[in-house]
């Protein structure tokens, strides 16, 4: 059927042509002005998405890089710290925080389920030398949205730093730092940012700074305060990614031209269609509330393989989804569409997910599943800015 | 004079069309087969740049992050090191060293200067403790080559590594790990490699991984023992650059067309041509001997501040050379001549040097000194394969 290629995986994510072109350009040198043209510009348009007075510093390295960078510049060994564990990646907070030798509490969240705030405040309670709680605003391996906000103001008053991975959350939904009180947010360009894997990026409250400056042994590839003090006069400490800097730089434009509130208006409407879609084809979304905007994941029936889905879309329409991770491994699929997807690349997707699961188990099809699925996108699209705002 | 710009910078250096039309592809996704396919191919070309039968890891970050790796994974605090400081890229490896509470043991050289052998001897003689050597196969900040293959010979049957970081030499002069006894070899991929920054490279002898087994605290996002099993698999611990990765396979193609040896005859009569032109134009390298191949370090004459010459070549002619740092800034210039520079190219570096430089001081200038250049690189060329080999 001669498809082109379409990458529907939360992160990375398909790439605008400007930002590839980007890419293609002659290196520049990272101490010279143009170079520092470039990231100043790049430094100003970070703060709105990250919702920050604050500097948002950039690293050369996965979202991994960044969440280390968390870790290792705010939390001494030994001290104490509360982590939600909903899925991989709040594993991957807990196996950093052990790594640097933290005392670690761990908040089970049943997978595809959103944390429950009286349950943090639960454990701060019990717990009252707890310095920090680590989080993810989107767990990406299940698609939830956690309560970052409510969190927020529960920690305000507290001895308790909130740290967030924003890395499939930034640029997707509403994650606005300041006004969430959150005080180190995370960031990773692959994903709503529109550029290859390779940047990272980190942004600390003033509170946060203040514990940065009473760590004594800190992370040498990872020092976010000397980071901080070169990013200022927009140089890096070491040779930085250039061409992804560049990219970035570019990126942020397009994403910026109507607002950033459109932003989270496109995304909000992409997924109210992708989960019409495929209720309407039959199939259940595993999220049923506290959703990711941007990424949803799909319970595949009794007797279907989610691996055996996902090779068959590869196959025969070239569309790439994700599978499940860990213990969802087969038994979910997921669809991402952050990042540069439209609502007719995912006309694309609905469709051969309802073409190729048909061959393993019969569906529950209604007629004009399409059609419901554009109707639900149109009628989200047309949200008024504070419910919109409001819905994270 | 309608100039191109032309970047003649130790890192990062100038990008074939073809590697950058390889950046502006759409995505690939990390963990689908195609990725597979190109993390193999790169694999197998990796190993015939370092002259190792172990594997080169790829890590997403500065070269500086896989000097962490080095330093984090294979030592453990307390213990004994031995660094070589001959400038700004030796005192790298002692910061990161203290960073990680090594005791470190310091051999300071003259900043132009390679570090003698008998010198390297004396100090591992005093301190029979020392369990590791870290230096630089080439000094970035002054130009030097240290003598890799003599101190290999030195350490060979010692309980001693020997920790390279070859990022301004791998794919410009001869520094085969093997070959040479090497530990742990560190490099980069904006300067021989040909790419844009945000990748570098690192590979273990055996010796070096036995080290890293008994190391009981590992870096979380530097972990090599855990990207080693991962990338056995073609798979990477964490989101990789993927675009820099496709982007490596591409130039290391373009590198290896027609044999590695090709590749060090290019640097080699380049570095020639350099040399000979400067001092035709009257101007003095600042290292005599044992120079790195790719970069000369220019002495300016008295009262000619180096940052002045930088900025005129820049607005006269489109033309970055890099300052000197440290000690040396407005002491020297550097001209790289790494990566993808051929000898037109420095054609032009050489005579806008000697225009500009005119303006400030009276030049000794050699009538026919672009002949001369030019007849030097083609000399140059001619050097037998066995020679060339031994000149390092």
Chains 1, 2 share one sequence.
């Not at 043209?37 to 920050?52: C, D, M, R, V």
């Not at 950033?260 to 509330?289: D, F, N, Q, S």
């Not at 540069?340 to 209604?366: E, P, R, S």
């Amino acid at each position: 059927m001669f498809t082109k290629t379409r990458l529907f995986t939360p992160g990375p994510t398909m790439i605008p042509e400007e930002v590839r072109f980007e890419l293609a350009k002659e290196t520049i040198h990272h101490r010279k002005d143009d170079f520092k043209k470039i990231f100043g510009s790049l430094s100003k348009k970070l703060k709105e998405l990250f919702g920050t007075k604050n500097d948002v510093l950039v690293l050369t390295s996965s979202g991994t890089g960044a969440m280390q960078a968390a870790v290792s510049n705010l939390f001494s060994p030994k001290e104490k710290v509360l982590v939600i564990v909903g899925g991989k990646f709040g594993e991957r907070w807990k196996e950093i925080s052990y790594r640097f030798g933290l005392d670690v509490i761990e908040l089970s969240v049943e997978w595809g389920k959103a944390v429950e705030v009286d349950k943090v405040k639960e454990v701060l309670d019990k717990h009252k030398d707890i310095k920090g709680v680590l989080i993810q605003a989107s767990e990406t391996s299940t698609g939830v949205l956690h309560p970052i906000k409510d969190i927020g103001k529960v920690l305000k008053d507290k001895d308790v730093l909130l740290i967030v991975d924003g890395i499939s959350a930034i640029g997707i939904s509403p994650c606005p730092m300041d006004k969430w009180n959150i005080d180190c947010l995370v960031g990773g360009g692959q994903k709503g940012f529109m550029i290859p894997p390779g940047l990272s990026m980190i942004s600390l409250s003033d509170k946060a700074w203040e514990k940065a400056k009473s760590i004594k042994k800190r992370d040498f590839y990872f020092d976010l305060l000397g980071e901080r003090e070169k990013q200022k006069n927009l140089q890096t400490l070491f040779t930085p990614a250039i061409a992804l800097i560049r990219a970035l730089n570019k990126a942020l434009d397009i994403l910026l031209k109507n607002g950033l509130e459109e932003v989270y208006r496109k995304h909000w409407a992409l997924t109210c269609m992708v989960r019409e879609g495929i209720t309407r084809i039959g199939l259940e979304p595993m999220v049923k509330e506290n959703y990711t905007w941007g990424l949803t994941s799909v319970l595949m029936p009794k007797g279907v393989n989610g691996q055996d889905i996902l090779n068959e879309l590869k196959n025969r329409y070239n569309i790439v989804f994700a599978g499940g991770q860990g213990k969802l491994k087969g038994k979910i699929i997921r669809i991402g569409h952050m990042g540069n997807v439209d609502w007719i690349d995912l006309m694309g997707a609905i469709f051969a997910l309802k073409d190729v699961i048909q061959d393993y188990v019969k569906l529950d099809v209604c007629a004009d599943f399409m059609e419901k699925a554009i109707f639900a996108y149109k009628m989200a699209l047309k949200i008024d800015s504070t419910t919109l705002l409001s819905l994270v």
